[in-house]
């Protein structure tokens, strides 16, 4: 899934291991976060969204991602 994590984590001038340790996760976590390899929990959406001041909505291009998703079902 499409995020903005580490467009944001950079622009916060975080590191992978400070934004995990912010979140309570480990940094291999957020790695894989970055790399869309894993889709995070509810909570751990939160709780990064928290982190950078947005949205789950917005950090996860939800919408964007529902688009594709529809297209790939409709195929």
């Not at 291009?61 to 998703?69: G, M, Q």
Request: glycine share 2%; hydrophobic share 40%; net charge negative.
């Amino acid at each position: 899934m499409k995020n903005k994590v580490k467009e944001l984590r950079i622009l916060a001038n975080l590191t992978q291991q400070q934004l995990a340790d912010l979140v309570h996760v480990s940094s291999r976590t957020i790695i894989s976060l970055e790399k869309g390899q894993y889709n995070p929990s509810l909570m751990l959406a939160y709780r990064i969204a928290l982190v950078f001041d947005t949205s789950i909505e917005d950090l996860y291009c939800l919408k964007e991602n529902k688009t594709l998703e529809d297209l790939q079902i409709n195929e």
